[in-house]
């Protein structure tokens, strides 16, 4: 089982990125998949999860209206995209098989900065 983040990067404020999660050891489709972040100094912070259909999405307040998570389960790929991103935003992101990140990949750094 392998999830391997991508797409992080240094960004300025009001920027967009968009991170991608590739899957493989285990069929995507079949499960909820989660982003979780890290920023510098905290814990491990839940973002977003999605249904193994796509059609159930949930967001953390923090990112309410601003990340939009998806998959393409053909491709065995998890999206994030962040939009309208902040200082806050900063932080090691990663993919991963439940809530609380204890089965994630090794991450993609996020640096929102002017």
């Known amino acids: 089982v392998q999830l391997v983040e991508s797409g992080g990067g240094l960004v300025q404020p009001g920027g967009s990125l968009r991170l991608s999660c590739a899957a493989s050891?285990?069929?995507?489709?079949?499960?909820?998949m989660y982003w979780v972040r890290q920023a510098p100094g905290k814990g491990l912070e839940w973002v977003s999860h999605?249904?193994?259909?796509?059609?159930?999405?949930a967001y953390a307040d923090s990112v309410k209206g601003r990340f939009t998570i998806s998959r393409d389960n053909a491709e065995n790929t998890l999206y994030l995209q962040m939009n309208s991103l902040k200082a806050e935003d900063t932080a090691q992101y990663y993919c991963?098989?439940?809530?609380?990140?204890?089965?994630r990949g090794k991450g993609t750094q996020v640096t929102v900065s002017s």
């Open positions: 050891g285990f069929t995507l489709r079949n499960v909820w």
């Open positions: 991963a098989r439940d809530p609380k990140g204890e089965r």
């Open positions: 999605i249904s193994p259909s796509g059609a159930t999405t």
